[in-house]
């Protein structure tokens, strides 16, 4: 089985703060991918991140970084320089070796401040 | 270049009636599945397919029927609306199942049941 946890409901952020979104999961498989997904108010899931378990450097792209600690079973989400654009719901995924669908955590609502 | 269509976009029902949710994606994914997402719970998979005449349940499949009978759509039907059901519905794909494999996303469907 796997299981995802994302235990901040909400997340408040200064505008050009960096922020980050916390991700723990559980599984059994030796292999597994864990993803990153934005929701914005407008209702589309948007992919951000990808990080692999097998990958040995943690996975960037631009403003996100993924910070990947396997031996905890964490992957947090790193936003730096926060903007107003980036106030939306978070989810966190994973998918296991031979799994056929992503599992997905309850969410992060992340609201930047000016 | 559409992606993953899916209609409605909103859907009111009275319990009992049936209804079915379209989804059509153009970018010759095997892999389709529904999800709905509901507040708190993040989203959770009713039903998936790996390609054209097969299917399977996911976590939550109890009330819903799909079928796949091309490639390209994966219709989602809800046999007798019950107001359980209220949920914003999300169909996804992805060229395959691996690791890597990120999904593509609809709009959604933002469904009543009264």
């Known amino acids: 089985a796997q299981k995802i946890t994302q235990t901040q409901p909400g997340m408040f952020v200064q505008e050009k703060e960096a922020v980050t979104l916390d991700c723990t999961y559980d599984t059994s498989d030796q292999s597994y991918g864990l993803f990153w997904y934005k929701q914005p108010s407008s209702g589309e899931m948007i992919f951000l991140i990808y990080?692999?378990?097998?990958?040995?450097q943690n996975a960037t792209e631009g403003r996100y970084s993924l910070n990947f600690q396997k031996a905890r079973k964490s992957a947090n989400l790193v936003i730096s320089a926060s903007q107003l654009g980036d106030s939306a719901m978070y989810f966190c995924a994973m998918r296991g070796t031979g799994r056929r669908a992503l599992t997905f955590g309850s969410g992060t609502r992340l609201q930047v401040q000016p | 270049n559409a992606g993953v269509t899916q209609t409605p976009k909103f859907q009111v029902l009275k319990t009992g009636q049936s209804m079915t949710l379209q989804c059509a994606q153009d970018?010759?994914?095997?892999?389709m599945s529904w999800y709905r997402q509901d507040p708190g719970m993040g989203l959770r998979l009713i039903h998936y397919s790996v390609g054209a005449g097969i299917t399977d349940q996911g976590e939550v499949p109890n009330g819903y029927n799909v079928s796949r009978s091309t490639t390209e759509d994966f219709p989602l039907r809800l046999l007798s609306a019950a107001p359980s059901q209220t949920s914003v519905y999300f169909c996804?794909?992805?060229?395959?199942?691996?690791?890597?494999?990120?999904?593509?996303f609809g709009s959604g469907t933002q469904l009543s049941v009264l």
């Open positions: 990080q692999g378990s097998y990958d040995e």
């Open positions: 996804a794909s992805s060229y395959g199942t691996g690791l890597v494999e990120k999904l593509f």
């Open positions: 970018m010759n994914h095997e892999y």
